[in-house]
């Protein structure tokens, strides 16, 4: 069956260090995988999309990977701040499809 | 504010009440896309439409769901006899012609069953 795995745990950092999280998916054929920010009851926000021909994207603090032989993707925001604490979701798109899948998502908490 | 806007943002109802939820995208986007987030899940894909034509539906769409998009604008999500189980937030996203991977996403409606 298809899945995309996120660490349910929530991760803790200390302002200014790196926050790196993981996304690992299994039977997809993904076009692109897309990293989005959600806060306590709102909607989902786009933050970056990296194709599967692409292997790192940057915008400002934030960095992607997507390894499609790993079927992995790393996220990771530098220089964290308390404004950074939210949920990261992870979402895929298969060739041909329209829908987004998304993963569970991860919560980050910037501890100042 | 231009971004994508959903009525009402919350709706409390009994079981077997009908209820509907109403998607505003940003202008000019064609296509719209219909969520459903419960807690400590990602949003599930539900229905998408290309302008007015609905062109995708998901399985967890059951024959108690029903979305239009009358004249490709706006779009509405109906649920007819509500259970319990229909608790969660309806998300609706919406992309534009020149960019169709990113989707604009909605604050959601929340939707309680009692």
């Known amino acids: 069956s298809q899945k995309i795995e996120q660490n349910s745990e929530a991760l803790n950092i200390q302002e200014g260090k790196t926050a790196t999280l993981t996304c690992n998916y299994t039977n997809y054929s993904p076009a692109y995988l897309q990293w989005y920010r959600q806060d306590p009851g709102r909607g989902p926000v786009f933050l970056l999309l990296i194709r599967e021909n692409e292997k790192e994207k940057r915008k400002e603090r934030l960095k992607v990977t997507f390894d499609t032989t790993l079927k992995q993707s790393l996220f990771h925001i530098t220089a964290s701040q308390p404004a950074d604490s939210a949920t990261y979701l992870c979402a895929l798109t298969n060739y041909g499809n329209n829908r987004l899948a998304f993963g569970k998502g991860n919560q980050v908490v910037v501890i100042p | 504010d231009t971004g994508v806007s959903q009525n009402p943002r919350h709706k409390i109802t009994k079981r077997g009440q009908n209820v509907t939820f109403r998607c505003d995208p940003i202008s000019e986007h064609n296509r719209l896309y219909w969520y459903r987030q419960t807690l400590g899940q990602g949003p599930e894909f539900l229905t998408y439409?290309?302008?007015?034509?609905?062109?995708?539906k998901s399985r967890l769409l059951s024959d108690r769901f029903s979305a239009e998009r009358p004249k490709g604008s706006f779009s509405t999500l109906e649920i007819q006899r509500t259970e319990q189980g229909d608790s969660a937030m309806y998300l609706c996203?919406?992309?534009?012609?020149?960019?169709?991977?990113?989707?604009?996403f909605g604050p959601g409606t929340r939707l309680t069953v009692l």
């Open positions: 996203a919406s992309s534009p012609p020149g960019d169709r991977d990113t989707q604009y």
């Open positions: 439409f290309q302008n007015e034509a609905q062109l995708e």
